[in-house]
């Protein structure tokens, strides 16, 4: 009896922390704006890759949340040649001090060609 028990808490822990439904998807809290950018090759390409990756859990399009809100670093890198590579480079290896205290986990796993399109996705995302 006592094993059943533990069994039923462990699987209820579990079940409590995978996130569920409430988790929400690139496309839930994208706004309008990107609906014209949805032909763009470089927005589908970082689109497909950060839904596939950890990026959504520190960033949202226009707010703040642990990280900067992705407009505001298109806005800040817009127009600057060095953006994609300086941005792709901050993805890979991570970074502090930009933003706030709270350092970017690099995300080593990304080719270089991978962090360069979620740069281009990112700053697509200027107003």
């Not at 922390?17 to 032909?39: M, N, R, Y």
């Amino acid at each position: 009896m006592k094993k059943t028990f533990i069994i039923i808490s462990v699987l209820a822990i579990l079940a409590a922390c995978s996130g569920g439904g409430d988790k929400k998807t690139e496309t839930e809290t994208v706004p309008a704006k990107t609906e014209e950018l949805s032909d763009n090759p470089d927005y589908q390409k970082g689109l497909e890759i950060t839904a596939k990756s950890d990026c959504f859990t520190c960033h949202k399009i226009d707010e703040k949340n642990i990280g900067p809100a992705w407009r505001d670093v298109a806005n800040k890198y817009a127009g600057q040649d060095t953006a994609i590579k300086y941005l792709a480079h901050k993805i890979i290896v991570g970074g502090a001090g930009v933003w706030g205290e709270v350092p970017m986990a690099p995300h080593s796993t990304f080719t270089q060609e991978d962090a360069e399109a979620v740069a281009k996705y990112v700053l697509l995302l200027k107003k």
